[in-house]
């Protein structure tokens, strides 16, 4: 096996990449019904209230990246979870479901290659689910309109999604894989070889 520094980018088994198509798959069928349950909060608390689930769209990016550990993960998972959300529909339009895909990639990839795919830790988890969201948010803003809120609106929503981010897609990353390793059903990914 290569060092974690020499890794192959896109070397990845059957089985990881059928892992990274189920957890895209189960995103999709949640971002279906996530969807409604925002314009409910942006109805009853506006853009800070639907601020609060911004962590769970991105999670089952990193949660593949948490069990995979290899270079490229993110970029597969989250291209087959935007085109799975593409084709199922979104409230939010086709072009989000792309450019949040691509954000969160760049961002994920970008950290774990700082870490040289070294770091595992809930800490190192809740920093990729925090940092994964501004970038997003930018383009959310433009897209959608953001830029119409006042800035303190505008300050205290992207705070909200940093904290959904690194506690709903970070620390809930740590705490979905270690449950799911002690299943026994991740033996053969690296999350279980390396702990």
Known sequence: MNSSSQKK???FTTQEIILMAMLAAVNAVLTVYIGPVNKLLNSLGGPIATSTTTGIYMVYGLLAYYIIRKPGTAVVTFAIGGTIQALTGTVYGIASCFVA?????IVAETIFAIFRYKK???GALMLVGGAMVPLWFLFAANMFGYTSWPIEVLGIALVVRILSGVLLCGLL???????LVKTGL????????KG
């Not at 895909?101 to 990639?105: D, I, P, R």
Request: hydrophobic letters at 60%; charged letters at 15%; aromatic letters at 20%.
């Open 9 to 11: 980018w896109f070397a």
């Open 101 to 105: 895909a691509g954000c969160y990639m």
């Open 120 to 122: 595992w830790s809930a």
């Open 173 to 179: 990353t740590k705490v979905l894989g270690e449950a």
């Open 186 to 193: 991740l033996r053969r990914f690296a999350v279980a070889v």
